[in-house]
């Protein structure tokens, strides 16, 4: 199993930038590939973006799309999400994932970390 914790999360000002790290440990060998979504209160989770564990074929969500960049930092066995020009409704719970099945088809996010809270003030 893979175990996922996320950091970096806190409060901002709208035209800001924030960088969100996630860092993994366990069966990391397993990892196909990272994800990051969020969550805002009474919504429905949201893709953002991904990364293969090499590094590799970065992707992204409409949405976020040249202003969120997921990379893959080789010490620490980690993650990061980098958000530029935040936005009031970027605010939510932002959680990266462990896709182990990826290579076979469809991504599966199986493990998720704990979360952690991004709120953008006006």
């Known amino acids: 199993q893979v175990q996922l914790v996320e950091s970096g999360g806190g409060l901002v000002q709208a035209g800001g930038s924030l960088r969100l790290s996630c860092a993994a440990s366990?069966?990391?060998?397993?990892?196909?590939?990272m994800g990051w979504f969020r969550q805002a209160p009474g919504k429905e989770r949201e893709f953002l973006g991904a990364?293969?564990?090499?590094?590799?074929?970065?992707n992204y969500a409409d949405s976020v799309k040249g202003r969120f960049t997921v990379s893959r930092d080789n010490a620490n066995n980690s993650v990061s999400l980098r958000m530029n020009s935040l936005k009031p409704e970027d605010t939510a719970v932002y959680y990266c994932?462990?896709?182990?099945?990826?290579?076979?088809?469809?991504?599966?996010?199986?493990?998720w970390g704990q979360g952690t809270q991004v709120t953008v003030s006006a």
């Open positions: 990364i293969n564990w090499s590094g590799a074929y970065p």
């Open positions: 366990g069966r990391t060998f397993t990892i196909w590939q």
């Open positions: 994932a462990a896709d182990l099945s990826g290579r076979f088809g469809p991504p599966k996010y199986d493990y």
